[in-house]
Each structure stands twice: as structure tokens, then as C-alpha cells.
T-cell receptor, first 117, second 114 residues
Framework: AQKITQTQPGMFVQEKEAVTLDCTYDTSDPSYGLFWYKQPSSGEMIFLIYQGSYDQQNATEGRYSLNFQKARKSANLVISASQLGDSAMYFC??????????????FGPGTSLSVIP | EAQVTQNPRYLITVTGKKLTVTCSQNMNHEYMSWYRQDPGLGLRQIYY???????DKGDVPEGYKVSRKEKRNFPLILESPSPNQTSLYFC?????????????FGSGTRLTVV
């Protein structure tokens, strides 16, 4: 069974500091993708970053990087130099593209990040 | 503009009155999906579709129906809504062959069943 765990319901970070949001996952499929999404208070879902299970290097997108530790099944999001606009809910998600037979994407419960001036 | 369009944005209805939430995308995406978001539970997948006429259950399909007669449209049908279906619903789509850009989400539909 698939499962995504985000153990931090809420976090605070000082502006300009770096913060790590934890995500662990559980799958028996060797091929999968990991994503992070941001949901500001306005409600829209914003795609941040993607890591494939076969990717050798950790994904980076601007101030976002994904610390991928495959053996530990962890995919933590690192936000460098936090800004006030980073205050939002963050969701970790996993997709298993099983060819023609299935293609589920599941989300974790989310972490609420508050950036303090 | 490339987008996923959901309607309506807000809906209040009564128990048992059938309703449909529409979802349309203009990006020629094969893959479409419906989620519901509830506090503390994140987003849970209701149904997904890998292409026209191909649909499959997600983790919480009970009480919902979908159809995929055309590539661009993926409506969510609640035949007999109940209060426990009060939630925030999202439609999403993506290219099946390119996961690197994740989903494109609609703006959400906030449904209240009284």
C-alpha cells in the first residue's frame, strides 16, 4: 500500500533562514516520482519540484531543493532564504506510473509553514 | 492560457440532490484526476482517468461517479450527496508521458452539503 508521511503539522522559520520540510514515503514499485506542492491561503495548488526514483542527482528549482535519500525513502523539501511569501501549506506527493494498468498519485497530510519577519 | 477550469467555485446543496462539478483542460493532457481536500488528511484521490473512456478508482471513490467521454472534460458526479461529502474538491491534469511538471490544478470547488 502506498503511503506518504509528513510528520510536521506546523513549522515556523525566521525570514531569510533555510527550512527543511520532512516527507517519507512507502512503495514497493521501483519506478515512481515524488513531488512537492505549495498551497497558499488563497487555496490554489502550485507545483514546486519533482524527483524521479531513478534520478541520480537531487532536484533543484531556484530556492527549492529536494533532499532525496532513496534507501531511507525520504524526500525532504529544503527552502533556502525563506521569504514571507513562503508562508503556506506544503504537500508531498508520490506518483507510481504503472504503465497501462494504473497510475495513482497520493498526497501527504501537509505541513503548514509560517515565516516570521 | 493553459489551464484547468472547474465550475462552480462554490456550491451549497441539500442532501440527496444530484450535482455535477465540471472540469475541463485545454492542454491535451491524457491524465485527469479528482481529489478532495479535508483538514489533516491532505488530498485524497477520488477517481482518475488515464485517457478517454478509461477511468479508475482512487482511494475514496464511494459516493462519486465520473466519466471521460472527451479528452478535455472530466466531470465529477454526486448522485446523492451527503454531509460527509462537504469538502474542497480539486480537478487536476497532466501529460502521462512527462511527469516532470507535475499536475496542473483547477482553482477548486468548495462544496457544502446540508
Amino acid at each position: 500500500a502506498q503511503k506518504i508521511t509528513q510528520t510536521q503539522p506546523g513549522m515556523f522559520v525566521q525570514e531569510k533562514e533555510a527550512v527543511t520540510l520532512d516527507c517519507t514515503y512507502d512503495t514497493s514499485d521501483p519506478s515512481y516520482g515524488l513531488f512537492w506542492y505549495k498551497q497558499p491561503s488563497s487555496g490554489e495548488m502550485i507545483f514546486l519540484i519533482y524527483q524521479g526514483s531513478y534520478d541520480q542527482q537531487n532536484a533543484t528549482e531556484g530556492r527549492y531543493s529536494l533532499n532525496f535519500q532513496k534507501a531511507r525513502k525520504s524526500a525532504n523539501l529544503v527552502i533556502s532564504a525563506s521569504q514571507l511569501g513562503d508562508s503556506a501549506m506544503y504537500f508531498c506527493a508520490m506518483r507510481e506510473p504503472g504503465g497501462a494498468s494504473y497510475d495513482k498519485v497520493i498526497f501527504g497530510p501537509g505541513t503548514s509553514l509560517s515565516v516570521i519577519p | 492560457e493553459a489551464q484547468v477550469t472547474q465550475n462552480p467555485r462554490y456550491l451549497i446543496t441539500v442532501t440527496g440532490k444530484k450535482l455535477t462539478v465540471t472540469c475541463s483542460q485545454n492542454m491535451n493532457h491524457e491524465y485527469m484526476s479528482w481529489y478532495r481536500q479535508d483538514p489533516g488528511l491532505g488530498l485524497r484521490q477520488i477517481y482518475y482517468s488515464m485517457n478517454v473512456e478509461v477511468t479508475d478508482k482512487g482511494d475514496v471513490p464511494e459516493g462519486y461517479k465520473v466519466s471521460r467521454k472527451e479528452k478535455r472534460n472530466f466531470p465529477l458526479i454526486l448522485e446523492s450527496p451527503s454531509p460527509n461529502q462537504t469538502s474542497l474538491y480539486f480537478c487536476a491534469s497532466s501529460l502521462k508521458t512527462n511527469l516532470n511538471y507535475g499536475y496542473t490544478f483547477g482553482s477548486g470547488t468548495r462544496l457544502t452539503v446540508v
